[in-house]
C-alpha cells in the first residue's frame, strides 16, 4: 500500500482518501517508451499471427523520436512550480446566495488549489473546465456516469489535476462542428504527460437565461463565452433581442454571474442544467443558430490502455518535421496506401523553432513557420496495418509521439431529439 501526504486541509475536502495499492498483478506486456517517457503499453494482441518481436520492431517509432531534453526539463520544471504553489494553504470554498437563498454550486479548483497528491477513494473523479452547469460537466458525465465531476477554472489545471492524483481522469473539448479546434487544449497535450483513453461527443444546446420575473425586453447585454455568442448571434436578433453581447470565460460561469450579482438587466447563454444551478428562468430555449452543433470532448488519464480490434477504435499522433513542405505528402501517403482513413490533422506553430530562415546562421529571408502536426485516424494500434504506417511516418520526421490509441465515440445522434439537451 502506498500511502500519499494528503492535501492542506482547505483543499475543497479532499481529505481522508486512500490511494489504491498498486502492488497488482499485471499480465506480461510490452512497455515502449515514448513522447516524455511515458510507456505505451501492449499485450500480444495476436494480429496477423506477428510475433512479439514483430510488434515491438513495428512500434519502435514510439521510442525513437522523443522530446530533447532540453524541452522535457523545461515540462519538469513547470510541474515542479506546480508543486511550490501547492504548498500554500487555501481556505475552505464559501457558499454563495442568491435571491431565493438557494447555495450555488462551489467555485472551481484554481491553480493554487493542486495540493500534494490525495488519497483515493472509491468514486471515480474526473476534472473538467468551467463552473458546474458547464457543457463539459456535461460530457464528463457522458463519459462516465455516477463520477464525481471537479470544476477546474483552466484547461491546465484539468491537466494537472489528474497528474498529481486530484483527480482520475480530465475531460476536456478539443473541436466544435462550428468553432472549430480548441487550440489550447493542443498544445496542453503536448506539454502534459497524460494518454488519450477515449472521446465523447455532445450536442450543444444554448438557452437564454435571466433572473425570475425578468423579461427580454427588460435586458440591455447578453454575456456567454466567445463560442456560444457566435453560435446564437442570428437567432437573438430573430427574437428581437438586439443588445451588447460581452464575452466571458465560460457559459456557466456567465450564468453564474448573472445570479451571483443580480444582474436584472442582464442574461446569459447556457445550457438548461447552468438555469437550474443557479436559479435562472429559460427566457428562450435552443437559441443556436445551428442544430447540428457538436463538440468533441477527448479523456485523458495518467496511463494508456491496451488497444483491441474488436470494436472501432481511433489513434491520435502529432509529429514534426524539418525537411521540408514534401515531408507532409509522404506521411499522408503512409495511411492513404493502407486505406487509414484520417478524421483530423491539425497544424500548430513549434514553439521551439518558429521560423525557418534561408541558411544556418539564421540570416536572410524568413521562409515559412515551423509546425507540429496533429492527426486523428481511424485504426488501432493493435493492427499491423497502423503500426506499419507509423514504422514508416518514423522515417520521414524528426518528432513522433502517440497521444492514445482508444474507442471511437459510435452515440447515435439526432439534432431534434431532447434527450441530447443538456438539463
Same mark, same amino acid.
Given at each position: 500500500?502506498?500511502?500519499?501526504?494528503?492535501?492542506?486541509?482547505?483543499?475543497?475536502?479532499?481529505?481522508?482518501?486512500?490511494?489504491?495499492?498498486?502492488?497488482?498483478?499485471?499480465?506480461?506486456?510490452?512497455?515502449?517508451?515514448?513522447?516524455?517517457?511515458?510507456? /505505451?503499453?501492449?499485450?500480444?494482441?495476436?494480429?496477423?499471427?506477428?510475433?512479439?518481436?514483430?510488434?515491438?520492431?513495428?512500434?519502435?517509432?514510439?521510442?525513437?523520436?522523443? #522530446?530533447?531534453?532540453?524541452?522535457?526539463?523545461?515540462?519538469?520544471?513547470?510541474?515542479? &512550480?506546480?508543486?511550490?504553489?501547492?504548498?500554500?494553504?487555501?481556505?475552505?470554498?464559501?457558499?454563495?446566495?442568491?435571491?431565493?437563498?438557494?447555495?450555488?454550486?462551489?467555485? =472551481?479548483?484554481?491553480?493554487?488549489?493542486?495540493?500534494?497528491?490525495?488519497?483515493?477513494?472509491?468514486?471515480?473523479?474526473?476534472?473538467?473546465?468551467?463552473?458546474?452547469?458547464?457543457?463539459?460537466?456535461?460530457?464528463?458525465?457522458?463519459?462516465?456516469?455516477?463520477?464525481?465531476?471537479?470544476?477546474?477554472?483552466? /484547461?491546465?489545471?484539468? /491537466?494537472?489535476?489528474?497528474?498529481?492524483?486530484?483527480?482520475?481522469?480530465?475531460?476536456?473539448?478539443?473541436?466544435?462542428?462550428?468553432?472549430?479546434? #480548441?487550440?489550447?487544449?493542443?498544445?496542453?497535450?503536448?506539454?502534459?504527460?497524460?494518454?488519450?483513453?477515449?472521446?465523447?461527443?455532445?450536442?450543444?444546446? &444554448?438557452?437564454?437565461?435571466?433572473?425570475?420575473?425578468?423579461?427580454?425586453?427588460?435586458?440591455?447585454?447578453?454575456?456567454?463565452?466567445?463560442?456560444?455568442?457566435?453560435?446564437?448571434?442570428?437567432?437573438?436578433?430573430?427574437?428581437?433581442?438586439?443588445?451588447?453581447?460581452?464575452?466571458?470565460?465560460?457559459?456557466?460561469?456567465?450564468?453564474?454571474?448573472?445570479?451571483?450579482?443580480?444582474?436584472?438587466?442582464?442574461?446569459? #447563454?447556457?445550457?438548461?442544467?447552468?438555469?437550474?444551478?443557479?436559479?435562472?428562468?429559460?427566457?428562450?430555449?435552443?437559441?443556436?443558430?445551428?442544430?447540428?452543433?457538436?463538440?468533441?470532448?477527448?479523456?485523458?488519464?495518467?496511463?494508456?490502455?491496451? =488497444?483491441?480490434?474488436?470494436?472501432?477504435?481511433?489513434?491520435?499522433?502529432?509529429?514534426?518535421?524539418?525537411?521540408?513542405?514534401?515531408?507532409?505528402?509522404?506521411?499522408?501517403?503512409?495511411?492513404?496506401?493502407?486505406?487509414?482513413?484520417?478524421?483530423?490533422?491539425?497544424?500548430?506553430?513549434?514553439?521551439?523553432?518558429?521560423?525557418?530562415?534561408?541558411?544556418?546562421?539564421?540570416?536572410?529571408?524568413?521562409?515559412?513557420?515551423?509546425?507540429?502536426?496533429?492527426?486523428?485516424?481511424?485504426?488501432?494500434?493493435?493492427?499491423?496495418?497502423?503500426?506499419?504506417?507509423?514504422?514508416?511516418?518514423?522515417?520521414?520526421?524528426?518528432?513522433?509521439?502517440?497521444?492514445?490509441?482508444? =474507442?471511437?465515440?459510435?452515440?447515435?445522434?439526432? =439534432?431534434?431529439?431532447?434527450?441530447?439537451?443538456?438539463?
Amino acid at each position: 500500500m502506498l500511502t500519499l501526504t494528503p492535501p492542506s486541509s482547505g483543499s475543497l475536502n479532499y481529505r481522508n482518501r486512500v490511494r489504491p495499492s498498486l502492488n497488482r498483478v499485471i499480465p506480461t506486456r510490452i512497455t515502449v517508451k515514448c513522447g516524455y517517457g511515458y510507456g /505505451f503499453e501492449s499485450t500480444n494482441f495476436g494480429v496477423g499471427g506477428s510475433s512479439r518481436a514483430d510488434f515491438q520492431s513495428s512500434c519502435a517509432i514510439l521510442a525513437s523520436k522523443v #522530446i530533447s531534453q532540453k524541452d522535457e526539463s523545461h515540462a519538469g520544471g513547470e510541474n515542479n &512550480h506546480a508543486g511550490a504553489v501547492n504548498g500554500h494553504k487555501t481556505a475552505v470554498t464559501d457558499l454563495v446566495h442568491i435571491g431565493n437563498d438557494k447555495p450555488l454550486p462551489p467555485k =472551481p479548483l484554481t491553480i493554487t488549489d493542486l495540493s500534494p497528491a490525495p488519497m483515493h477513494g472509491s468514486q471515480l473523479r474526473v476534472a473538467y473546465q468551467g463552473c458546474p452547469g458547464a457543457y463539459s460537466e456535461a460530457a464528463a458525465g457522458k463519459a462516465y456516469p455516477n463520477s464525481e465531476a471537479i470544476p477546474c477554472d483552466q /484547461f491546465e489545471v484539468a /491537466f494537472q489535476s489528474v497528474e498529481l492524483w486530484i483527480a482520475d481522469r480530465a475531460v476536456l473539448p478539443v473541436e466544435n462542428s462550428l468553432g472549430g479546434s #480548441i487550440h489550447r487544449n493542443y498544445d496542453l497535450l503536448l506539454r502534459h504527460r497524460l494518454h488519450i483513453v477515449g472521446e465523447v461527443q455532445l450536442p450543444v444546446h &444554448h438557452c437564454l437565461l435571466a433572473l425570475p420575473g425578468i423579461r427580454k425586453e427588460y435586458l440591455t447585454r447578453v454575456i456567454s463565452h466567445p463560442q456560444a455568442l457566435a453560435q446564437c448571434e442570428h437567432t437573438l436578433t430573430k427574437i428581437g433581442l438586439n443588445v451588447a453581447r460581452e464575452a466571458v470565460d465560460d457559459t456557466a460561469g456567465a450564468a453564474e454571474f448573472v445570479a451571483t450579482n443580480n444582474l436584472r438587466d442582464t442574461a446569459a #447563454i447556457a445550457s438548461a442544467r447552468a438555469a437550474e444551478l443557479y436559479g435562472l428562468n429559460v427566457l428562450a430555449d435552443g437559441i443556436q443558430d445551428d442544430p447540428n452543433n457538436v463538440t468533441r470532448f477527448v479523456m485523458l488519464a495518467r496511463e494508456p490502455i491496451i =488497444p483491441r480490434t474488436d470494436r472501432p477504435f481511433k489513434t491520435s499522433i502529432v509529429f514534426a518535421h524539418d525537411k521540408g513542405t514534401s515531408v507532409l505528402f509522404k506521411v499522408l501517403s503512409a495511411f492513404a496506401f493502407r486505406n487509414i482513413s484520417l478524421t483530423k490533422i491539425e497544424s500548430r506553430p513549434h514553439r521551439g523553432r518558429p521560423i525557418r530562415v534561408v541558411d544556418d546562421e539564421s540570416e536572410g529571408t524568413a521562409k515559412h513557420f515551423e509546425y507540429m502536426f496533429y492527426i486523428d485516424f481511424e485504426a488501432s494500434m493493435a493492427e499491423v496495418r497502423a503500426q506499419n504506417a507509423l514504422a514508416e511516418v518514423q522515417e520521414f520526421t524528426s518528432f513522433l509521439r502517440v497521444l492514445g490509441s482508444y =474507442p471511437m465515440d459510435m452515440t447515435p445522434w439526432n =439534432p431534434s431529439s431532447t434527450s441530447h439537451r443538456q438539463h
